[in-house]
Structures are given as structure tokens and as C-alpha cells.
């Protein structure tokens, strides 16, 4: 079976620190990956989606960058924190070249920046 | 931007009473997906529901979808405890291979024994 794994589960950092969350996949190959922010209290917002590895499309522009160096393993990260990096980030996969297939969610990493 | 829009935002029942949460959505779909989120933790997904289909079942879970109204419902049956937590629907309008998912801002189902 496949599954999902995040970490850290949770990370306190101060702004204009360094960040670098990461996300793998096991139990399948040739995923869909994404990165999702979650801010308190709201819907899931898509940051990132990666098709395979060096492949990175970015939704919104903002302070953060992704990256996929292995077929199973989407990192997200950013030079500089910002207080409003701060919130709730998911990782997920579905299979590839199924447009419309479930996604499949990690348990998430809770990011404050102070 | 948030596509989706749930309504009720915060819905509190009695077990075993029926929940029924709504969803709108703005633009042509593929698809449309509801997810449970307990506090704190990841979406767990609980059905998808494609834009040729009206009506679909799972379990006590009942979805319909009209995409000339552009909404969709979410009836739990039979509410239990567990039920608690935040529903999410999310529209599908990828053109690629990989899903584009838009979630909107949910509604926390409170049940009450």
C-alpha cells in the first residue's frame, strides 16, 4: 500500500530563517506530487505540483520554491521566512496521467514564524 | 483564490441526526472531491463525484452534483461522534496530467452525543 510522510511534523522559526520541508512517497512510482498552505481557520491552497523530477509549477507567486530531486520526494523551501509563511502545509500525491484521480494527503508540518 | 464556498461554515447536530453541507463552485470542473479534516491533521479523502455524474453513494456518505446550478451536497446519515470535523469540497479543473486542485473554506461539523 502506498503512503505519504511529512516532516517535520511541526516547526517554529524565526523570520528570515531558512526553510526546507519535505515530503516522500512510498509504494508507488511516477507520482503526482503537491504542496498545499492551509492558514488558520481556511480551504487548502495549492502552492506547488510536480509532474516528475526537475519538473516544478508554481500556482502563486510568493516567497517559497519547491523541488523534486527524486521520483518520490518533493522538498519545499525558502531562503528568507516571512511572518505569513506561517500555517499549516500538506503534501499529496495522485497517479500520473490519471487527470482527475483522488488525491492523497500527509499528515501535514505546522509552521510559525516568529 | 478560494472556488469553492461550503455553507454552512459551522454546523452542530445530535448523533444520529442527518448533516448536510453545501458547496458552489465558479468555473467548469472535472470533477469535484469532499475531504474530512480532523483538527490539526491531514484531508482524508472521503469521495469524488465526476461532472457526468448527479448522485453518488459511500457508506453513510450521500454526494450529489449539479453543474448547471454549479453546487454540490455532502449527506452524512446517521451522524456519529466521529463525524466531528472540517469538510472540504475541491474542484478539479486541471487540463494536464496532474489534478488542480481548488478547496473551499470548509464547514466544521460539530456532533454532539
Known amino acids: 500500500s502506498q503512503t505519504i510522510h511529512q516532516w517535520p511534523a511541526t516547526l517554529v522559526q524565526p523570520v528570515g530563517s531558512p526553510l526546507s520541508l519535505e515530503c516522500t512517497v512510498e509504494g508507488t512510482s511516477n507520482p503526482n506530487l503537491y504542496w498545499y498552505r492551509q492558514a488558520a481557520g481556511r480551504g487548502l491552497q495549492l502552492l506547488f505540483y510536480s509532474v516528475g523530477i526537475g519538473q516544478i509549477s508554481s500556482e502563486v507567486p510568493q516567497n517559497l520554491s519547491a523541488s523534486r530531486p527524486q521520483d518520490r520526494q518533493f522538498i519545499l523551501s525558502s531562503k528568507k521566512l516571512l511572518l505569513s509563511d506561517s500555517g499549516f502545509y500538506l503534501c499529496?500525491?495522485?497517479?500520473?496521467?490519471?487527470?482527475?484521480?483522488?488525491?492523497?494527503f500527509g499528515p501535514g508540518t505546522r509552521l510559525t514564524v516568529l | 483564490s478560494q472556488q469553492g464556498e461550503e455553507d454552512p461554515q459551522a454546523l452542530s447536530i445530535q448523533e444520529g441526526e442527518n448533516a448536510t453541507m453545501n458547496c458552489s463552485y465558479k468555473t467548469s470542473i472535472n470533477n469535484l472531491q469532499w475531504y474530512r479534516q480532523n483538527s490539526g491533521r491531514g484531508l482524508v479523502h472521503l469521495i469524488l463525484i465526476r461532472s457526468n455524474e448527479r448522485e453518488k453513494h459511500s457508506g453513510r456518505l450521500r454526494v450529489t452534483l449539479d453543474t448547471s446550478k454549479k453546487s454540490s451536497s455532502l449527506l452524512i446519515t446517521a451522524s456519529r461522534a466521529a463525524d466531528t470535523a472540517s469538510y472540504f469540497c475541491?474542484?478539479?479543473?486541471?487540463?494536464?496530467?496532474?489534478?488542480?486542485?481548488?478547496f473551499g473554506t470548509g464547514t466544521r461539523l460539530q456532533v454532539t452525543l
Open positions: 475541491a474542484t478539479d479543473g486541471g487540463t494536464g496530467t496532474a489534478s488542480k486542485l481548488t
Open positions: 499529496a500525491w495522485n497517479r500520473l496521467a490519471l487527470r482527475g484521480d483522488t488525491q492523497y
